[in-house]
């Protein structure tokens, strides 16, 4: 019972460790990309692209959004649709983080990642 309890722990904390990882990735990755001013997009995105394609960030720039979950959805159907919103939600965080203040007032109301690249 106790190694049970242990292994749980450890993979928590596994776990824990790997998201506080991937957010200090992010923030050095949106440190070194190109901040988007207004008149430099191609330049912006496709640096969005490459650093949110080395994250495997991707995702909700490749494809589309998938159909809302039903009770009838598979378990691969499931987990499609939360990688999908994991990556659309930090996809905006980061683009969020390389666009200039006075650009992020315009794209404040967007929940598709795809509609900004």
Known sequence: MFYLTLSCDYINLLISIYVLIAAISLHSHASSATVFKGLNFAKWKEQVNFHLGVLDLDLALLEAKPADLTEAGTDEENLYHKAWTR???LSLMFM??????????AIDSTENAKKIS
């Open 96 to 105: 969020r983080m390389t666009i200039a203040n006075n650009i992020k007032t």
């Open 87 to 89: 990556s659309n939600r």
